[in-house]
């Protein structure tokens, strides 16, 4: 039987660079989800001049392949240009790990989703998004299946902890089935500020605790 993994795969999944968390980043993102048994964390720092990523850092919760790539990742994107990494695509980074099984595929897809998805939040928060769509209430729930409800492992809308999303000139409204007092009542509310927060059009997020 042949083994599914190259030596790159093995040798970034013993050995992953830019592995952590980058303190006060200026942009970061968490794609996937641990029920699926995948997910990765990507924070990154830019230089507001150049725009080039300085130093970026991931997490992963998964997979050789998920480790594996969330490190080729960050190798290929540190010192390119926002705009450069954002066209790093899921088989650049297959190709520079020597290939990967087909069934692990979606692990590159994943890596470069948390990359594009740290890019996407630091622009958002220096106002430097060009095509700015009005923020829906579907565009609020999508941004909320991406914080977790700790006690599940599994994000609030699928846990059914988001009961309203309202938008009234530009606030934003948010109602969740969990006491004010919860443990991470705060943590969460500042996970669903930080995902929304900044939208070019949003100007406030309220959340409330219904319990």
């Known amino acids: ?7 790159k795969v ?10 952590g968390k980058i303190e006060d980043p200026d942009g970061n993102a968490m794609e996937g989800s641990p029920a699926c048994g995948d997910m990765v964390g990507v924070t990154i720092k830019v230089d507001p001049d150049t725009k080039r990523i300085t130093d970026i850092k991931f997490e992963s919760y998964g997979c050789a ?8 990742i960050t190798e290929l994107a540190k010192g390119k240009t926002i705009d450069e990494a954002k066209k790093i695509n899921w088989k650049e980074a297959s190709d520079a790990l020597g ?9 590159s897809v994943l890596a470069v989703e948390g990359l594009r998805s740290a890019i996407q939040n630091y622009e958002e928060r220096h106002g430097l998004v060009t ?6 209430v579907e565009i609020i729930r999508k941004r909320l299946k991406k914080v977790m409800n700790p006690l599940s492992g599994l994000d609030l809308v699928r846990t059914e902890l988001i009961k309203d999303i309202a938008i009234d000139k530009g606030v934003v409204r948010i109602k969740v ?11 969460i509310r500042e996970e669903i500020g930080d995902k929304i927060e900044h939208l070019w059009d949003v100007e406030a997020v309220e959340v409330e605790f219904l319990k």
């Open 131 to 136: 095509e700015q769509k009005p923020t829906t």
């Open 99 to 107: 290939g990967l099984p087909p069934i692990k595929t979606h692990c």
């Open 177 to 187: 089935d969990l006491p004010s007092n919860h443990q991470f009542a705060n943590n």
């Open 1 to 7: 039987m042949t083994f599914p993994y190259s030596d």
């Open 10 to 19: 093995l040798e970034h999944f013993k050995n992953p660079r830019n592995v």
């Open 65 to 72: 392949s998920n480790i594996a790539t969330g490190s080729i």
